[in-house]
């Protein structure tokens, strides 16, 4: 069962924060007569929150170094972007589970407890039904926005991209609660995926940068392009040589995107970049470059070997 018990913590340690902080970009951007929204929107906020706090306390000495050191859990900007989006918003925020996070340490036990087992299988499944409903939430406010009757700071098109990274949870929690193990989908739909996670964030930075900021508008406009031709791309490779080629740009790409966003995040906290971006949403994008970099990573090395 130890790699149930990994898979399945690491899943939580990323996707429960991001899951998380969903909530409180849903919450953040409600007019103040929208309050059952609001309030919803809070509850689930408040539940995503105490399920990450539960795969921290559990994950300690158990999750590997490559996620651990990979950026997706944590970065060195977090807890700062956390405390000034508390502060700008009025939305609580636990800094502490941040704190723990960084104090986790790797490790490769052999032993895994029963009564581990059985807490993470628990974890699993409260995190499913929090899913369900988060899922079903942010499809009403979708529904209700493009009826013109829910106003909201977000764009639609974030909604749709929240809800697919949410889908992709619930999917992996229910691979997990049936085999004991995740499927590796096939590269390409991996990449297809993610490339249109990262192409849609370009588009949110360009969207939410000051008009000022023009520069950094080109910027994220070549990278919304750059991943745009990416999924053209992907779409008429068949050959696997050509794939592995394919998967070494998307690599270089990501890389230089995730760079791009590290100065993003890193201007947002220090105040040096004028935007309406919460801070935390900047360290949140950051956070899924870091993700994505890991996964191409590990498929360029297993190609290798």
């Known amino acids: 069962m130890k790699g149930y018990v990994t898979v399945s913590l690491e899943t939580h340690l990323f996707f429960g924060r991001i899951m998380k902080e969903h909530s409180l970009f ?6 103040a007569k929208e309050t059952e929204f609001i309030q919803r929107a809070d509850w689930f906020r408040k539940e995503f929150e105490d399920g990450l ?3 921290v306390e559990l994950a300690d000495g158990i999750i590997s170094e490559s996620v651990l050191n990979s950026g997706e859990i944590v970065t060195e900007y977090t807890e700062k972007a956390e405390c000034q989006t508390r502060d700008l918003t009025g939305i609580s925020i636990d800094i502490q589970i941040t704190d723990a996070e960084r104090r986790l340490h790797a490790g490769n036990c052999n032993m895994i407890s029963r009564e581990l087992v059985s807490q993470v299988r628990m974890l699993n499944r409260k995190m499913l039904k929090y899913l369900n409903g988060l899922i079903s939430f942010k499809e009403a406010v979708l529904g209700e926005m493009k009826r013109c009757r829910l106003y909201t700071t977000n ?3 974030l909604i749709e991209h929240i809800l697919r990274e949410a889908k992709l949870y619930r999917q992996m929690i229910l691979q ?7 499927f590796v989908p096939d590269l390409n739909n991996v990449e297809r995926f993610w490339n249109k996670i990262m192409m849609e964030h370009a588009q949110f930075i360009r969207g939410l940068l000051d008009p000022t ?11 919304a392009d750059d991943y745009c031709r990416l999924l053209e791309e992907a779409k008429e490779q068949d050959q696997k040589a050509m794939n592995a080629t394919l998967t070494t740009r998307v690599f270089h790409t990501t ?16 105040c040096e970049i004028r935007s309406i971006i919460l ?22 090395n297993d190609r290798e070997s």
Not at 176 to 182: A, D, F, M, Q, V
Not at 213 to 223: M, Q, R
Not at 255 to 270: C, D, L, P, R, S
Not at 287 to 293: D, F, G, I, S, V
Request: hydrophobic letters at 40%; one cysteine or more.
């Open 255 to 270: 890389k230089q995107y995730q760079e791009f966003k590290t100065a993003g995040t890193e201007g947002i906290v220090g």
């Open 155 to 157: 764009y639609p098109l």
């Open 279 to 300: 801070p935390l949403l900047a360290d949140h994008v950051l956070r899924e470059a870091n993700h994505y970099l890991r996964i191409l990573e590990y498929a360029q």
């Open 26 to 31: 849903l919450l953040a951007g409600f007019p």
């Open 53 to 55: 706090r539960s795969a």
């Open 213 to 223: 900021e023009c520069e950094l508008i080109d910027t994220a406009n070549e990278f």
């Open 176 to 182: 997990l609660e049936k085999s004991g193990r995740i």
